[in-house]
């Protein structure tokens, strides 16, 4: 063997690799792994170690774990630690990545070095950080050389595809980073929209949670964050949810917690306990209807606030804004705004402070059972008395709950 035969094989293995796959066919792979590795985030490390929403057999637990370490170099304990303290201090100064706080382009550019900021703070690993693994091959290898994973697979790349396989690596060391720590935990309390009024900012990126596991849905996340699943509406899908039910089938998952899901007896004459525990219980589904006829009763409403001249365009479209949102995030400025539009509408008054009594009913914990449901009955009566076709509807649907 020459040389020149000897140089021309390993130029032709840097440029090819072992596969000599076609530039789309590297481009299938690419897409292929990644995904993997963001069904494990979303299956392993977020509803299985983080929520504790599923039980994972040993093989898928430890495949997924491997794959973490192999391609993202991620610890496990840090992740879990982390994201249950995003969720026990969300949206303010003490959530370690909160574009509420810390601005939308920091977390999106710099999610990832937020994270590992926190990751070096013994407080957050030592309070949030329980129930993670710590069996041998977690202490001696992902823990203790969670960095030697990634320099494997950059060799690994290399070996498969040639030079073309460092562009590879590279995709794969910023999947996360882009689509986790930049698109969630950034866009995804920062724009988008949302099913529930839930405490926080967390928002739905897109309904079809596909490229991200089904963490787009994430405002469905942040209502039930204990939820296997995190689809709500007929019109979500949430890939992540179907590959455990795959799991599940084939018996090597099994699904602790779901959101719960309203029951309905209708032609109800009176609501009773059941139907003040399913109320309670289901308050974010019963929130996000009210706010439907809310809807449904600006529209009744609004032809006649247009006749009002000294009632801007601008004014009345601020306003409906805030007649959707939740009464206890309004400020100052925007309680007299309001006021300002019900000197021209009794209605949506009403309609405002009916949705204020209603949410009262289960915050109110020092009250008994029976008093709760004495104000829920008194509730349906005001309401169904009040006139106001949007509100006469919700409190008929209100009282079927059981």
Excluded at 57 to 67: D, E
Excluded at 318 to 341: I, V
Excluded at 342 to 368: C, D, N, Y
Aim: aromatic share 12%; charged share 20%.
């Amino acid at each position: 063997m020459t040389l020149s035969s000897v140089l021309h094989d390993v130029l032709q293995f840097m440029a090819t690799g072992m596969t000599d796959l076609s530039a789309w066919q590297v481009f299938a792979y690419t897409m292929a792994v990644t995904h993997i590795t963001i069904a494990s985030v979303t299956i392993y490390l977020h509803r299985h170690q983080a929520h504790r929403a599923l039980e994972l057999h040993a093989i898928p637990s430890h495949f997924f774990r491997f794959w973490l370490w192999l391609t993202t170099g991620q610890v496990t304990k840090e992740w879990a630690a982390i994201h249950r303290k995003h969720h026990a201090k969300c949206d303010t100064e003490e959530d370690p990545h909160s574009p509420v706080t810390r601005g939308i382009k920091k977390v999106f550019w710099e999610g990832a070095e937020l994270y590992r900021a926190e990751s070096k703070n013994l407080e957050t690993m030592a309070k949030y950080g329980h129930g993670t693994p710590t069996d041998w091959i977690e202490r001696h290898l992902y823990t203790k050389y969670s960095w030697l994973g990634v320099v494997l697979l950059f060799f690994i790349n290399f070996a498969l595809f040639g030079v073309i396989g460092i562009s590879v690596w590279a995709v794969q060391m910023m999947w996360i980073p882009v689509t986790a720590a930049g698109i969630i935990n950034g866009i995804g309390h920062y724009w988008g929209y949302r099913n529930y009024d839930c405490a926080d900012a967390a928002t739905n990126i897109i309904p079809f949670g596909i490229l991200i596991g089904g963490e787009e849905l994430h405002n469905n996340h942040h209502t039930y964050a204990t939820s296997a699943k995190l689809s709500s509406k007929w019109y979500e899908f949430d890939i992540g949810w179907a590959y455990i039910r795959g799991l599940e089938m084939l018996g090597l998952a099994k699904v602790k917690k779901l959101a719960p899901a309203p029951k309905f007896s209708h032609g109800k004459l009176e609501a009773d306990f059941d139907t003040l525990q399913s109320v309670i219980a289901n308050r974010y589904d019963v929130m996000a209807k009210y706010a439907k006829s809310i809807k449904s009763a600006w529209k009744e409403e609004l032809e006649h606030l247009k006749d009002k001249a000294e009632l801007e365009k601008r004014f009345l479209k601020s306003s409906r804004k805030l007649m959707q949102r939740e009464p206890g995030k309004l400020a100052d400025a925007h309680h007299e705004q309001l006021s300002e539009l019900f000197q021209h509408s009794k209605a949506l008054e009403t309609m405002h402070h009916m949705r204020v009594e209603l949410g009262a009913i289960w915050e109110r914990s020092h009250f008994t059972r029976e008093q709760l449901l004495h104000k829920l009955q008194d509730w349906c009566v005001r309401a169904e008395a009040s006139g106001i076709k949007s509100l006469q509807e919700f409190s008929l649907r209100l009282r079927s709950y059981a």
